[in-house]
């Protein structure tokens, strides 16, 4: 199946909101195991989601749902999490965290850092190929991370407050 970007999401936006709506859609459709994914500003703001709650094309078959709850929820532990390792790198004298996994017996959390704050969390089935989400994580964060301008996290929060 081809992906394509979220109608509902793609009306009255900007090329920029709609290409990363798209980026998102197609790392959850062409990566194996993803669950769900969603980009969270750093004051914790869901931007994007692949919830099928908000989007339903972006539900794939055989069960595209994330976490319990919503993307919301993906959002805040993604934000959680993000907090944590910031705080642990920093104590140890660190750096910059770059990447943060965590398996489960019934699933793997990745979160990776975008730009300025901005984090990507995928929660992904228990047997997925972990250097394949990595690696496509990393692309799409380089692809986001230079059009994620203030502007542009600005209107993709305004549209996930807008009803649908």
Known sequence: MKAQAPTAYGQGLSSQARNLHWLLTNLVDEVPGIRSVAVVSSDGLLLLSSDPGRVEESAR???????????????????????????????????????????????????????????????????????????????????????LTPELRSELRKSMESPQ
């Open 61 to 147: 078959p055989g069960g595209g749902d994330g976490p319990r709850g919503s993307s919301a929820d993906l959002a805040t532990i993604v934000s959680g999490l993000g907090s944590l390792t910031q705080g642990a790198a920093k104590l140890m004298d660190g750096g910059a965290v770059k990447q943060t996994m965590i398996t489960m017996d019934e699933g793997s959390l990745f979160v990776m850092s975008i730009s300025d704050g901005s984090l990507l969390g995928v929660h992904a089935t228990p047997d997925c190929d972990m250097s394949v989400i990595a690696y496509h994580m990393a692309l799409f964060v380089g692809r986001a991370g230079h059009v």
